[in-house]
């Protein structure tokens, strides 16, 4: 499963009403019903979020390197995401 498609299929199952489809079967509906483009939505809308995220905040690029290991791109990706969603949603004031 890709990262898009883990974010897609979190953000459905954390957003979805009582008793609605779960995402495996959303996704696997054919491409002309309206559950198909549901989960084609819910694509384009982590797809925007990465995007509106993409440069870095001074935390994350704190955090980074910390703790580096010899699978330092895939760590240093891991700690800059942690410190993304250890930061508040809200701006400082």
């Not at 979805?16 to 989960?39: C, K, S």
Request: charged share 25%; aromatic share 6%; glycine share 10%.
């Amino acid at each position: 499963m890709t990262p898009i498609e883990a974010a897609a299929r979190a953000s459905w199952n954390a957003t979805r009403g009582y008793g609605t489809v779960e995402w495996d079967g959303l996704a696997a509906l054919p491409e002309e019903t309206i559950g198909h483009r549901t989960a084609e939505r819910h694509r384009a809308i982590v797809r925007a979020t990465i995007a509106a995220i993409r440069e870095p905040s001074e935390n994350m690029l704190e955090g980074g390197w910390r703790g580096a290991g010899p699978e330092a791109p895939g760590s240093v990706w891991r700690n800059m995401i942690d410190r993304l969603l250890d930061e508040p949603s809200e701006p400082p004031a």
